[in-house]
């Protein structure tokens, strides 16, 4: 089922701006991953935070994950156009036998 | 990272018809592959997940007689949707995962665009 909310659900910036959206879960989760989905593409896996971690970075990724809040938090900073794209939360639950759950999406436009 | 690979990206058929997409994992073995189906601006519905070797485990609504899932290798795994119609029109998406892969990631195919005329 899915559980994953993301906030917002679509955000327009400027390049060069900062971007950050939001997932909140329900479940206990094993780890928490986020991926970006291109217009009619499949799925790039960006990032992976560990259920015992708080902050994460890779590149111009930051992920934040609070698991007394159930919630987690992707920015993107120094954005470009190239980072339009739908972004999604999911979550490996405890006991899901590998399956993922995933949020809703943050639709993501950078303008030139 | 692992490559999949999912064929075709695109078909149109006749209601009534049968389509097979096939999901391979190119330079990695996958024991466990997922289905997930996109609507437009929606997020991934997972439809079931196939284990090497074993049948499928659907998820509670999908039919398992219109969805046929095959796992019969490593590196492959087939959805075919039979007697298509018009609301079977969807992204269908793959990916592998599993305990061979670190870390529970999942890589994805590229989806395939059904159209049921």
């Known amino acids: 089922s899915q559980q994953g909310e993301e906030d917002p659900q679509a955000l327009s910036i400027q390049e060069g701006e900062n971007a950050t959206m939001n997932c909140s879960y329900k479940t206990s989760i094993n780890n928490l991953q986020w991926y970006r989905q291109n217009s009619g593409r499949g799925l790039v896996h960006l990032i992976l935070i560990r259920s015992n971690e708080r902050e994460k970075h890779s590149g111009r990724l930051r992920v934040t994950l609070d698991t007394s809040k159930k919630s987690s938090s992707l920015l993107i900073t120094a954005s470009r156009a190239a980072d339009t794209a739908s972004y999604f939360c999911a979550t490996d639950d405890l006991g899901s036998n590998y399956k993922l759950t995933f949020g809703k999406g943050t639709l993501l436009t950078v303008n030139p | 990272g692992a490559v999949v690979s999912q064929h075709p990206s695109w078909v149109i058929c006749k209601s009534g018809t049968s389509v097979k997409i096939e999901c391979r994992s190119l330079?990695?073995?996958?024991?466990?592959m997922f289905w997930y189906r996109q609507f437009p601006k929606q997020s991934l519905m997972l439809m079931a997940t196939s284990n090497e070797g074993s049948k499928a485990t659907y998820e509670q609504g999908v039919e398992k007689d219109k969805f046929l899932i095959n796992h019969a290798s490593l590196t492959l795994s087939t959805l075919t949707v039979t007697s298509a119609h018009p609301e079977d029109s969807s992204f269908y998406i793959c990916?592998?995962?599993?305990?061979?892969?670190?870390?529970?990631?999942?890589?994805f195919g590229a989806g395939t665009r059904l159209s049921v005329l």
């Open positions: 990916s592998a995962g599993g305990p061979i892969l670190a870390k529970n990631i999942q890589y």
């Open positions: 330079d990695f073995q996958a024991t466990t």
